[in-house]
């Protein structure tokens, strides 16, 4: 997963110092293997930031007609808080008008979405960047987004409130204000929480 296999084997070494700092033996066998697959876990996780972005295949609509809006729902994403490097879990939706009579292949959007993710994270900040860069890769007239989440950091450290999370929603230039109440009025997304099924 990574090109320097020298580097990652040294990321490796502190990994094992952590957890001695942390007050357990790396050498025991439970925790032999972890600093490897700690390592991987995190490259995984963060790999938006050294893979390109994915390439968008678009498709011609037939006949005449014209999509007026587009909303593609739940699309679910991991990422990192910055703040802690603790786990993001949420789902963002979506929606769009295409300029044109072309349109792109639906999971094009979700890994987009999921590229994107795949770095350490402000969900403020992922919201706008996501509404911003799909109007340009979606070639739309205008691109709204609204992104659920549960973050780590807040479950099971410091405030410890399982049931707290995050609604953000973002815009790009194009959308008329009429539209913009229609879309957040209308626009859901769902807490990917198992004992959480209501949507917000």
């Known amino acids: 997963?990574?090109?320097?296999?020298?580097?990652?084997?040294?990321?490796?070494?502190?990994?094992?110092?952590?957890?001695?700092?942390?007050?357990?033996?790396?050498?025991?066998?439970?925790?032999?293997?972890?600093?490897?697959?700690?390592?991987?876990?995190?490259?995984?996780?963060?790999r938006g930031l050294r893979e390109p972005p994915p390439k968008v295949k678009f498709f011609p609509m037939e006949g005449n007609e014209y999509v007026v809006r587009i909303s593609i729902n739940d699309i679910r994403f991991i990422s990192l808080c910055e703040h802690h490097m603790l786990p993001v879990i949420g789902t963002v939706t979506v929606v769009y008008e295409p300029l044109n009579s072309e349109v792109p292949g639906l999971s094009k959007v979700a890994r987009y979405v999921k590229w994107l993710a795949a770095r350490p994270m402000l969900q403020e900040r992922f919201t706008a960047r996501l509404a911003n860069e799909l109007k340009e890769v979606l070639h739309a007239r205008y691109v709204y987004v609204k992104v659920c989440a549960l973050h780590m950091c807040a479950m099971i450290r410091g405030v410890k409130d399982e049931d707290m999370y995050m609604v953000t929603e973002a815009w790009s230039d194009g959308i008329s204000n009429e539209e913009l109440r229609d879309l957040r009025n209308s626009t859901h997304c769902r807490v990917p929480r198992i004992v959480l099924t209501k949507e917000y």
């Open 1 to 46: 997963m990574h090109s320097d296999h020298d580097e990652l084997m040294e990321m490796e070494k502190y990994v094992s110092r952590l957890i001695e700092f942390l007050g357990d033996d790396p050498n025991r066998p439970g925790l032999r293997e972890t600093p490897r697959r700690f390592m991987n876990a995190l490259l995984e996780l963060t």
